[in-house]
């Protein structure tokens, strides 16, 4: 699987940033997708996740009620659309997969990402004003 994350930039604080990120392949390529981010000097940490085979969908609790993750299965592609952004949200943003055959919950790969096996480029968000 190949990822392709777009849609990155700076915006005020308050502002809404809408990221994209398009998956190569199939759909039946994997059974998470999700949106993580690298903040500078800090870890890697999920954001929002989909579980491919029924939908559910988990989110940070640092993002919960600002931040919503959506699907086109026609197009492979998964979109993050940020409201009232705040400057702590400020990192590089990646989307993920993990495989086919993977074994992890979309909750857990949340919190674990590491357990995703393939990652695009990230796109840079900045929130300042």
Same mark, same amino acid.
């Given at each position: 699987v190949q990822l392709q994350a777009s849609g990155g930039g700076l915006v005020q604080p308050g502002g809404s940033?809408? /990221? $994209?990120?398009?998956?190569?392949?199939?759909?039946? +390529?994997?059974?998470? %997708?999700?949106?993580?981010?690298?903040? @500078?000097?800090?870890?890697?940490?999920?954001v929002?996740? %989909?579980d491919n085979s029924d939908g +559910? %969908?988990?989110?940070?609790? $640092?993002?919960?009620?600002?931040f919503t993750i959506s699907r086109? =299965?026609?197009? =492979?592609? %998964?979109?993050?659309?940020? =409201? $009232? /952004?705040? @400057?702590?949200?400020?990192?590089v943003y990646y989307c993920a997969t993990d495989d086919a055959t993977g074994i992890y919950s979309a909750e857990f790969l949340l919190k674990f990402p590491d357990g995703m096996d393939h990652w695009g480029?990230?796109?840079?968000?900045?929130? $300042?004003?």
């Open positions: 940033l809408r /990221l $994209s990120c398009t998956a190569s392949g199939f759909t039946e +390529d994997y059974q998470s %997708i999700g949106w993580f981010r690298q903040a @500078p000097g800090k870890e890697r940490e999920g929002s996740t %989909i +559910d %969908i988990y989110y940070a609790d $640092s993002v919960k009620g600002r086109d =299965n026609a197009k =492979n592609t %998964i979109y993050l659309q940020m =409201n $009232s /952004l705040k @400057p702590e949200d400020t990192a480029k990230g796109t840079l968000v900045t929130v $300042s004003s």
